[in-house]
């Protein structure tokens, strides 16, 4: 066989030596050339895409008489832009960019940034369900068997009591040694003290400490790829320490261990808050020179800081973790492009001057609102806000027969952008085959896919599993729209397949119908990702959860003002404008009652008069 000539560099000789550090220097050059050619490519692509956009810009500006806005008096701008602003406010992004790009349903505006944002985010939805999935299926047994926080071991010896929860997030923390000198740094206890408390756990417990190890190195592979191809090197990662314990029913139990989030207590640690405070700093910072992007403290370099605070002893390292490993890895890339697109400096004139400064403003706060991700640290009267809009939302729709039953009126509407022939084949392809339509529509939209979940949406799921709460609120909170649900699934389906058979009537490719389907949906029907909604929706620029508490059943009627918004503004002629306002405003609310009178158990005269009276108003 061949003969290993490898030489530890402790044994080289000088000159052995200077061949090694050149031949490192050459490559350190090689990665820097290939990073500025790959950067000069994306230069190069960028500039083609910008130029297509601002050119069709402005040709539908010169379309539609938008000319180039002159400054106005002082009083007609103040009520020109709260004008302008509430209307900013209240569009879906989807529907704006479709009047930017003149009605195109694949225009250079919507390939460019909207296309690629619903990509990311289908991304984001589909990692979130696989992992929310696994981790059911970690700790689901643990959770069943007696739950997390009823579990309280008490160690006199510290002067503590902690739940399964508390002891299993010291046995995640002992995984490697950066986390290991936080918690004992932290916490002031010795490794023996540490490995008293890891003694605890069962071998069922400590197998599922390994198995979430082994499930967050999963993502290593993605974040090394994205690393090396955004910034030309990986992470420093940390190493795993392994160790062996005897678990509390006497097994011995050998661990691997592995990486965990260091996520601090914010009220045992000054670090922690002003880490977040300064991370909250840098972000707006970022955003206010237009280069939001999405947290990465992951990505950090942990190997060589000393310990700071007192770690936290719940498992919100487990589910702020991995959810901001997942939105890095959907939405970095994105955040970048779009950026790039934001800082251009003949974008903003060209919708500044044709649009008005709210037009950008308001795409430039969908871009940062979208690459931050949801808001999650809310205080706890905000919580209670948010509390309240969802015992509010189910309370009102969940369960409820005649919701479900008015659903299928969203078609109506919906043909505005469909037009009205195809959306009565597509209503007669899903009527004679609903399983086989539903069935191609989700092989071909991870966007349908996603949107037909009843379970593992969210990590809060697992995170309310492990805080105590009961199965039968689970189970309540699962099923209640369940007959929305399956009826706004019918509606989405039709839509879908009406748009999407039209596009490839149009000579669209498979994959460019499917995204004109999915957008049409999300425009035509609403959606309740982050990126679909309005600034109005979204609780405004900080997500602010008290505006929320204003909006729970806002969502459908702000879906239909940005449609008839967008419908009024691309709209060829006054016929088809007056056509498809009546669509929107009347038809569908004319049906809407025609069920409400026909679900009535009876119909006298009086009461066929009120209808009548209804309809007309």
Known sequence: GMRDTRIPYKNMTVTEFRDLVDAVKQLEAIGKNESKVILENQKREFKVAEQEIVTNLREVADKKGRKIRKELGDEDRKVRQTIAGLDAAMQQMGNLIYVLDGGKRDGPLARYLLFTANAAANREATDTAITTEKLDEILGAIIKRGGFRAKKVPFRNLGVALSLEQRMVVALNYGNQSNIDRLLGGEQWTEEQAQQIISTLTAQELNAVQAIWDYMETFRPRIAEKQRRLYGTEPNWLEPRPFTIRSADGQIVSLRGGYYPAKYNPRRSTMSNGSDAMADAEQQLRESRT??????????????????????????????????????LAWHDWSIAANRLLRSAEFQSTIKERYGAETYGSIKDWVDTVVRGNRGNYDAIERLAVLARQNVSVSVMGFKFFSALIQPTGLIPAMTRTGVTPMIRALSYVAQNPREAARVAREKSEFLRNRGRTRYRDLNEIANMVSGESSIRRSYMATAYSMIGFSQGITDFTVWWAMYAEALKQGKSDATAVHIADQTVIDTQGSGMLKDLSQAMRGGKKQSAYAKLLTPFAQYSNTQYSLLSAQLRTAPSMGKAAMDAALILMVGAFMEELIRYALKPSADDRETEDLLKALAA
């Open 291 to 328: 280069a939001s992007t999405t947290r990465r403290s992951y990505t950090k370099n942990r190997t060589e800081r000393p310990p700071e605070g007192v770690l936290s002893r719940q498992m919100i390292g487990l589910y702020s973790g991995l959810n901001e490993v997942i939105h890095d």
